[in-house]
């Protein structure tokens, strides 16, 4: 239950379903997901250590709201891991994992062609984290997908005009180039790709301000399926 709970508001917060700075309220939650009280508290100290929740002295637990350091940090980091990620996944490309991320990509292109189609937002970081699976190192795919589910958050905060369809061709030339194993070009690409989205983010002015009274409700949660 207590992951559940977890992986349900990991993908609302990567979905954009709710936002920074959002009051989890305990009894809101147990209502919700219909566990006592411990599951709940349990489930935020997860979050907490993922960065996704912190604890407000005076709300309680309320949905992440990042810095304009942290913002910058992430995607520094991000820049670092992926660069010696697609290094050393051209020394070992075949075939079938080829074949695995073009269809990726092919799904990739198919929803966001589409106005409003869900999923989306999650599947801009599933190529990034489907190269560090196939590469096999566990590692690396947890730091990964940790970092991606914060990138969520940054986009909200610094207003991230995301062009996805422009982001699904990036990845298609960061494919093609780690298919003809040309290794410098791959990691030009994916520098560029990166780089790329820090510029959509708004990192020099105000973040954006969200309403700081609003509280958990089962609405927010309305277009996520029900865990149970």
Known sequence: AIQTIVDTLTTAIVEHRLKPGLQMAEDKLMEHFKVPASSVQLAMHQLVQEHLVVIDAGRGPCIATPSLREAKEVFEVRRLLEVDMVRLFVQQIDVGQVRSLRNLLIKEKEIVAKPSASGRSELQGDFHLAIADLLGNTVLAAMLRHLIHRCALI?????????????????????????????????????????????????SKVPVSFDQTQVFESSYMATVESPL
């Open 155 to 203: 986009s909200l905060m610094y207003k991230s005009q995301v062009n996805e369809q422009a982001s699904n061709r990036e990845h298609i030339q960061i494919l093609e180039a780690m298919t003809a194993k040309n290794e410098d070009r791959a990691v030009e690409l994916m520098e560029e790709h990166l780089l790329s989205e820090v510029n959509k983010l708004a990192l």
